[in-house]
């Protein structure tokens, strides 16, 4: 079955520790992203990646890292987790091209920052 | 300058009505697509329709039709026969250019409930 997945699903944490979401598709997909949404913004976008060693900063990258070492994977790292990055979290991945269902998301990792 | 822009906040629906969901966009690019996704209670994010700049026909999908007035810069998304079901938050987006296919720009969204 043709997926994103992320892990964790959900995740609480404390200012400051450090955390990684892991996002994996199974699509062979050039093209992944992250994005976050939060009440009344909707989703925006953090990072992206338009192939493997190849990724670019989006709309709020402030306070994350990614990397893109192979083609399936494309974590989030939080180095220092502040509360302002309580949020739920979409990692999204497509083929270059146009089409009508550009985009595939996984299922969300909804994160609280204490 | 928002570039994907829904005005209403929460819209609540007679069960077997229609409604619509408004939509406008802002870009320059004579290429863009528009895309409405819809975002039950579990939170996972669903593909209901696509609008491409190009198409000259508004897009159907089952009880999704998109209004497409490419003049006015709106998108607005028709919800046919409601059911209990289609309460969920809905969101337009919008990609532009031909193949930016690693971003889109969203709306705010809007929240849904249907009334049986």
């Known amino acids: 079955e043709a997926q994103v997945t992320q892990n964790p699903r959900y995740l609480i944490t404390v200012t400051g520790k450090k955390l990684t979401v892991t996002c994996s598709q199974n699509?062979?997909?050039?093209?992944m992203s992250w994005y976050r949404q939060d009440p009344g913004l909707g989703l925006r976008q953090i990072y992206y990646?338009?192939?493997?060693?190849?990724?670019d900063k989006g709309d709020v990258p402030e306070g994350y890292k990614v990397s893109r070492k192979e083609k399936r994977n494309f974590p989030l790292i939080l180095e220092s987790p502040s509360p302002n990055q309580t949020s739920l979290y979409f990692c999204?991945?497509?083929?270059?091209?146009?089409?009508?269902?550009?985009?595939?998301f996984g299922p969300g990792t909804r994160l609280t920052v204490l | 300058a928002q570039k994907i822009t829904q005005t209403q906040p929460g819209m609540f629906v007679q069960e077997k009505e229609a409604v619509t969901l408004d939509c406008t966009y802002d870009?320059?690019?004579?290429?863009?697509?528009l895309f409405w996704y819809k975002q039950p209670s579990s939170g996972e994010m669903i593909f209901l329709i696509y609008?491409?700049?190009?198409?000259?026909q508004n897009a159907t999908e089952g009880r999704y039709s998109l209004n497409f007035q490419k003049a006015r810069k709106s998108a607005n998304l028709v919800i046919s026969a409601s059911q209990l079901g289609d309460s969920a938050m809905y969101f337009c987006?919008?990609?532009?250019?031909?193949?930016?296919?690693?971003?889109?720009?969203f709306g705010a969204g809007t929240t849904v409930t249907v009334r049986a």
């Open positions: 870009t320059s690019d004579p290429s863009y697509g």
């Open positions: 990646s338009m192939n493997v060693e190849v990724t």
């Open positions: 609008q491409g700049s190009y198409d000259q």
């Open positions: 699509m062979n997909h050039e093209y």
């Open positions: 987006a919008m990609r532009e250019g031909l193949r930016n296919d690693y971003k889109l720009s």
């Open positions: 999204a991945s497509s083929f270059p091209g146009g089409g009508t269902d550009t985009q595939y």
